[in-house]
């Protein structure tokens, strides 16, 4: 089974800052890595698929990069609306994976 | 627009089964371009995959909890199923159903998900 490590697991920034997240998996899974925003009590939102692929509708501030087994996702500018939970997910051979994800608060 | 709706009791009893089922509308169950998963999320925890199916029947489980899954697919009514047997408290979670796009296999459509407590 392939692990993800995602660090912090909180952080707390300004509006306006750069927020970046990061993800490790256990093993090489190439470019197989998709992040979400989850909010309270809501389903969770697709922002970036294969690593770098911002979904059709999601604003630019949201980026991913990486590949083989790291990989990193950021916020560009903070935004008060982007209180949130951010979790990332890998697929290797049909079986997939969550990271533990990452509570962004405002300072 | 795609739209993904749980549905299946809110409370079960230990030792006992979890059925959900997914009644997906605005779309055909049946595209080749598609998966269709479980997740789950205890509360104040993260997400846990449970499971996917393909429309031809294809089922592909988490390891931690093959013993206990068994995912379905009913094109005639374009839905699929959850099956979870020998629930534990460990179990209590909010249950989503989700499409899975067959290429980078992202979550894109989510259902707004169901709480099932397991307790007696």
């Known amino acids: 089974d392939i692990q993800m490590t995602q660090s912090p697991s909180s952080l707390s920034a300004s509006v306006g800052d750069r927020v970046t997240i990061t993800c490790q998996a256990s093993q090489d899974i190439s470019n197989y890595l998709n992040w979400y925003q989850q909010k309270p009590g809501k389903a969770p939102k697709l922002l970036i698929y294969d690593a770098s692929n911002l979904e059709t509708g999601v604003p630019s501030r949201f980026s991913g990069s990486g590949s083989g087994t790291d990989f990193t996702f950021t916020i560009s500018s903070l935004q008060p609306e982007d209180i949130a939970t951010y979790y990332c997910?890998?697929?290797?051979?049909?079986?997939?994976?969550f990271g533990g994800g990452t509570k962004v608060e405002i300072k | 627009q795609l739209q993904l709706q749980e549905s299946g009791p809110g409370l079960v009893k230990p030792s006992e089964t979890l059925s959900l089922t997914c009644t997906v509308s605005g779309g055909s169950i049946s595209s080749s371009s598609y998966y269709w998963g479980w997740i789950r999320q205890p509360p104040g925890k993260g997400l846990e995959w449970i499971g996917s199916?393909?429309?031809?029947?294809?089922?592909y489980y988490n390891p931690s909890l093959k013993s206990r899954v068994t995912i379905s697919v009913d094109t005639s009514k374009n839905q699929f199923s959850l099956k979870l047997s020998s629930v534990t408290a460990a179990d209590t979670a909010v249950y989503y159903c989700?499409?899975?796009?067959?290429?980078?296999?992202?979550?894109?459509?989510w259902g707004q998900g169901t709480l099932v407590t397991v307790s007696s």
């Open positions: 997910q890998q697929y290797d051979n049909l079986e997939l994976t």
């Open positions: 989700a499409r899975i796009r067959a290429t980078a296999m992202p979550f894109d459509y």
């Open positions: 199916i393909y429309y031809s029947g294809s089922t």
